[in-house]
Structures are given as C-alpha cells and as structure tokens.
C-alpha cells in the first residue's frame, strides 16, 4: 500500500520560511516523478512544483518560482519542498503526489497525471 505523509507545515508570518517533507512507502520511490500541489479554500487544486525520478530536473510554478525549492533523497525516499519569503497568497493546504512511476513517462504539471497522494498538510501566512 502506497503511503505519502506529508509534514512541516504550520503557520509562519509573512516573510517566513518553512520546510514541507514528504516521506514515501509501499512503492519503488526512484521510478515515480514527485510533485507538489495545493489547495486553499474555495479554489481548484494546483500546481506548486514537481521533480522527476532522478531529480535533476524541476519545474515551479510562476507564482512561487525564486522563492521555493523542491528537492529528493531517494536513499530516505523523500521529497522536501522549501519554501521561503512566504505570502498570504501561499496559504493553502499543501498535497505531496507520486506520478505512476511507469518508463518513459514525462514529468507533468498536471494533478490528472498522479496517481497516488498524500493527506496534505495545512500552510498558513499572516500577514
């Protein structure tokens, strides 16, 4: 059974930093593309950010690109999105996803292309 747990969250003032882990079990971590998503009251679930298998590469939304950074260790199968100069805008609960994990798949922005998801985890930043 694949199991995404998502921590870290909280609540931070404006300008603040926090860091999200996402620790992965019950699948073969090196073979899925990870990302990140969110949700905030009212709004359809989108895209943060999104790293492939190996993680050399990374793709950010425009509206956190310079300010988060989403890294994995395949060895601790987990995936950390590190978020700094936080606004209220990025108050939403946050989603860890793994894509299918199958060869050949491109790495997507999309939340339709992951398959398996986490609890998410609550991000609030007063202002």
């Known amino acids: 059974q694949v199991q995404l747990v998502e921590s870290g969250g909280g609540l931070v003032q404006e300008g603040g930093s926090l860091r999200l882990s996402c620790a992965a079990s019950?699948?073969?971590?090196?073979?899925?593309?990870m990302g990140w998503f969110r949700q905030a009251p009212g709004k359809e679930r989108e895209f943060v950010a999104a790293i492939d298998w190996l993680g050399g590469v990374t793709y950010y939304a425009d509206s956190v690109k310079g300010r988060f950074t989403m890294s994995r260790d395949n060895v601790r199968n987990t995936v950390i999105l590190q978020m700094n100069s936080l606004k209220p805008e990025d108050t939403a609960v946050y989603y860890c996803?793994?894509?299918?994990?199958?060869?050949?798949?491109?790495?997507?922005?999309?939340?339709?292309?992951?398959?398996?998801w986490g609890q998410g985890i609550q991000v609030t930043v007063s202002s």
């Open positions: 019950g699948l073969t971590f090196s073979n899925h593309h």
């Open positions: 996803a793994a894509d299918r994990g199958a060869t050949g798949v491109v790495l997507s922005t999309s939340p339709r292309d992951y398959d398996y």
